[in-house]
């Protein structure tokens, strides 16, 4: 009995060291995690003042150096770039105490400009295009989707009628083209809007898209052909992908996205399974919408 007295007291001693052990670790962790958060804090805390202080800032990204501003790089609050200058993220510097940024300087230029000149200007071949678009992905950067809205233009529009304050548009009378442009020229930004078939005679023939208003004036006749579009009847005009050979129909929705600054337009009718795709760029880019039979009917319509 006394040998298992004693022994239960050592068992309760040994339980003791252990839990006071486990304490101590369980401390001694809190207490390096909480001076690795202090020391992080600190240091994120001295690359803001360090910032702050020099407005004229000098970036080495990738090997290649570059003068900007504090501001330009700031300019765009919830992308990467600005963070990593704000001391929201962690930057490094190089061997000459020189911010660094381990990216393709050769692509950085157009993401410096981007945020100088508020337009993406991307260069012609289409390899520097796709790596332009991914430097601005990593930063962040992608342009903003516009929120206004807008209706087709009563100034310009031809064998139809408008009603919904001009956002439905009805073929009235004739053969031959029915048209009307958007009013919304396409400066900058993303632009989305949708166009919803609400009649549409045996599939023929309706068309909807962008294009350039100096490519196809108004006051000589509207040639589709030029524009970047699909029509109802299964045609695409300048565009890729899958639809040619879709036919729509009642109930349809157009879908299109338009990137001013890439010129990236994207044009869907999900119902019936068309995704096209295209570099669109012009000098006066509009939506425009064309109905060819009596009764066929186009509404716009915005998320």
């Not at 101590?24 to 001076?35: D, L, P, Y």
């Not at 809205?149 to 029915?178: F, L, R, V």
């Not at 579009?229 to 005009?237: A, D, K, L, N, R």
């Amino acid at each position: 009995m006394e040998s298992t007295a004693r022994l239960n007291a050592d068992l309760e001693e040994v339980e003791k060291r252990l839990n006071e052990m486990c304490q101590n670790v369980i401390k001694a962790t809190i207490n390096k995690q909480k001076e690795d958060i202090v020391k992080e804090l600190e240091q994120q805390s001295k690359n803001l003042q360090e910032i702050t202080n020099s407005p004229i800032i000098k970036i080495n990204v990738g090997g290649k150096k570059f003068t900007t501003t504090l501001a330009t790089l700031t300019s765009r609050p919830e992308s990467k770039l600005a963070k990593m200058f704000t001391g929201a993220l962690p930057i490094a510097k190089d061997d000459k105490d020189v911010y660094f940024i381990d990216r393709n300087g050769e692509y950085f230029t157009y993401v410096l400009d981007y945020l100088r000149e508020k337009v993406l200007l991307v260069p012609s071949d289409a390899f520097l295009t796709k790596k332009v678009r991914e430097e601005i992905e990593f930063f962040e950067l992608k342009p903003e989707v516009t929120t206004s809205t807008w209706s087709w233009d009563p100034k310009k529009q031809a064998g139809i009628s408008m009603t919904n304050n001009n956002m439905t548009i009805t073929k009235t009378g004739g053969a031959g083209c029915g048209i009307t442009y958007g009013q919304q020229l396409f400066e900058s930004g993303i632009h989305r809007w949708k166009v919803n078939i609400t009649h549409v005679n045996n599939h023929y023939w309706i068309c909807a898209g962008l294009f350039d208003e100096t490519v196809c004036p108004f006051s000589a006749g509207f040639n589709y052909a030029n524009s970047w579009s699909f029509s109802s009847y299964g045609e695409s005009h300048k565009m890729t992908g899958t639809g040619p050979g879709i036919m729509l129909s009642d109930g349809d929705v157009y879908e299109m996205e338009y990137d001013v600054d890439s010129g990236k337009f994207d044009l869907t009718v999900p119902k019936k399974g068309v995704k096209l795709t295209a570099i669109a760029k012009g000098s006066k880019m509009r939506a425009f919408a064309y109905v060819w039979t009596v009764g066929d009917s186009l509404t716009l319509s915005f998320d």
